[in-house]
């Protein structure tokens, strides 16, 4: 039943019912209170009675007498009234606010439920919850949050198809790459092919790999933006410490250096390498030569710090945009980046519940800290 009426009328009923009752309580405490005070002054009138059978006194000194114990009983009543009511008030005031703190919190509870899903939506696990309701709800709360599932139904659906374009873009430029890698190798691989060929075939080759790499780095941002089904135990000091064998670091005179403690995280293997692959990348790519990369890893927390060329403190947030690299800085391979390494490591820690942030350092480089929540 309660469910028909509007948030307003009910907030009304509540208001309007707790005033009455508090009202009610505090009219029945007053009248005790000075039934009381009634009842106990009453006990002075016999004296007053025995001085008039006595005849020692006249009318007029009677008459006075009686005249002051009438002020001083109102005085005494009304001192009585005014102490205990206001005890009374107090008590009374004391009862209404815990019983209008109980009544409010049951009233905004489809609220607070709203704020709940919104701050998990919001924490990255996914558009894909909904507000639980009431569907025989009538009420604004009820409104709310059926716009609010529209709202989710719609951007769900705008950011599914967004990842499913890309993917799908990606996979079907993946053939046409391939195939023409192919006949680019036959071409300067025949027999007969003339040295500016050959050259030429080399340097179409190596636009070929980097458009292959762009694919597969949109690709990869796709998986990553998509939400975790399933989350496996994983220890990002053992793939830290796979990943930095891999690194090829030595063979641009990088030193690397490494503190890794166990920190284990809740997710997808194959992202979190990828993740700690981007990271040691870009910590080898943009450095120099004699330069070193440390990674450390605790309490599943990951640092990833290298020296490099100076970073700007307010260029540190673009690098995380899509297609955004620093043009002016060289890399120790001589191959400049799609822009694509931080995007893809923010997403993936996204969308494993985690954040990360990056921190120029003072004679150059970055430190980039990735925090995850840990295994419960």
Known sequence: ??????????????????????????????????????????????????????????????????????????????DALLTRGALALLCVGLVAVAVGWVMARRALEPVHRITETARRIAAGQGLHERIPRDEAARD???????????????????????????????????????????????????????????QLGGEL?????????????????ADAETELTVRTPTDLAEISRHVLRQSGADAVGVEVLRNLEPATVAGDPVLLERLVRNLVDNAVKHNHAGGWLEVRSRDSVLVVANTGPEVRPYEVEGLFRPFRRLDRVRTTTGERGLGLGLSIVRAIAAAHGGAVTATPRADGGLEVVVRFAGVR
């Open 140 to 198: 604004e709360v009820a409104e709310l949050a059926a716009t609010f599932n529209a709202m989710l139904d719609r951007l769900d659906r705008s950011f599914d198809g967004q990842r499913r374009f890309v993917a799908d873009a990606s996979h079907e430029m993946r053939t046409p790459l391939a195939v023409k890698r192919a006949l680019i190798e036959v071409s300067i691989t025949r027999p007969g092919a003339s040295a500016d060929a050959r």
């Open 205 to 221: 080759l190596e636009v070929n790999a980097r458009h292959e790499r762009l694919i597969e780095g949109l690709l990869s941002l």
């Open 1 to 78: 039943m309660t469910g028909r009426w509007s948030v307003r009328a009910r907030l009304t009923a509540l208001y309007g019912g707790l005033f009455a009752l508090a009202g009610s309580l505090l009219l029945g405490v007053t009248y005790v209170l000075v039934r009381q005070s009634l009842e106990g002054g009453a006990q002075a009138l016999p004296d007053l009675v025995e001085w008039r059978r006595l005849g020692s006194v006249s009318p007029d000194e009677v008459l006075e007498v009686l005249r002051q114990a009438k002020a001083r009983y109102r005085s005494e009543v009304l």
